[in-house]
Structures are given as structure tokens and as C-alpha cells.
């Protein structure tokens, strides 16, 4: 198993970081290899990927959801892999990203392409083409602010309120 971490200074505000981050079908905007995302419920997405000409489809579960702070997950089948994704509020108008992935390479071309390096930087330019998109746009296209606690719960939903945002 490859552990990769990455970070990225985004000029974004951290709750314009975070709240782009939770909207997991945008992610084939700015991962390389990304096909495409569906948000199953508040824990669960569907991923198809294509890397090397292969493609994957997988289910991965959010164990641990903390708006402004951090998301975790990890797969439920197909690649083994899991991860964090931390945001640091730098000042203002600035946020640190730091991604932080176990990856257990599946098949003889995955495992090649991590021996040479290429998964980790895969992640760096995915991190590097966030920063852009984010920054680009100036702002979130979505938000979702509940928490999965690290038992992998959802609590009941805040009752809505000034600034509240709705589901995913």
C-alpha cells in the first residue's frame, strides 16, 4: 500500500474550500482519470474511473465528515484505498488543503503506474488543478455542512437557520 499526502494553498476562504470539496460530482472537473461521481446518500458515492485505459467502478463510504475541517473515506469494494482531506484556515482569504491517501494498487497496470510514480503525481496535479478551479470560480458550487462523526454516524440535521445550506 502507497501512502500519498499532498497540500495545496488555496485563495479561497476555508468554508468556500471545504464546501466545494463535499460536491463530489464536480470532482471530474479537476481529477485526472475521474469519470464520474454520484452522491448515493450522505455516506455513500459511486465512482467510475479510467486510468491507463482501465476502468473502474467502485462504492466508497465517508467515515468522518467535520464542515470547515475535514472529510474521510474510504472504499467499500473494487480499489483498496482510503483517505483525508484536511482544510487549515491559513487568514481569510486563504486555506490549506492537504490531502492525505492510502492506495492499494489493483492490477499489473495500477501497480506499475505507482512504482514509477505516477499516482503520486497524479494527486499533486489533481490538488494543483482544485486550486485553480476553486480560485477561478471565486466561489462554491454547492455546499452540504452536516457531519459524519468518526463512527461513521449522521446526526440529525441542524435545523435550517441564517447562512444554512441545504443538501448535497
Do not use: C
Not at 466508497?60 to 474521510?72: L, N
Not at 489493483?106 to 497524479?122: P, Y
Amino acid at each position: 500500500m502507497s501512502t500519498i499526502v499532498e497540500t495545496v494553498d488555496v485563495a479561497v476562504p476555508v468554508s468556500t474550500a471545504y464546501n466545494q470539496w463535499t460536491q463530489f460530482e464536480s470532482f471530474p472537473a479537476f481529477m485526472e482519470g475521474v469519470e464520474n461521481i454520484r452522491q448515493v446518500d450522505d455516506r455513500r458515492t459511486h465512482w467510475v474511473t479510467k486510468i491507463g485505459g482501465v476502468t473502474r467502478e467502485f462504492d466508497a463510504t465517508i467515515t468522518e465528515q467535520i464542515p470547515d475541517e475535514r472529510v474521510a473515506w474510504k472504499s467499500t469494494d473494487g480499489p483498496e484505498h482510503a483517505g483525508v482531506i484536511t482544510f487549515h484556515r491559513l487568514n481569510e482569504r486563504e486555506t490549506r488543503v492537504t490531502a492525505q491517501m492510502d492506495i492499494d494498487p489493483e492490477g499489473f497496470v495500477e501497480n506499475v503506474a505507482d512504482k514509477l510514480g505516477v499516482i503520486d503525481r497524479r494527486v499533486k496535479s489533481d490538488m494543483r488543478r482544485f486550486k485553480e478551479f476553486i480560485e477561478d470560480r471565486g466561489r462554491e458550487g454547492g455546499a452540504w455542512r452536516g457531519e459524519v462523526d468518526a463512527a461513521g454516524q449522521v446526526p440529525p440535521a441542524p435545523k435550517p437557520g441564517p447562512g444554512a445550506f441545504g443538501g448535497r
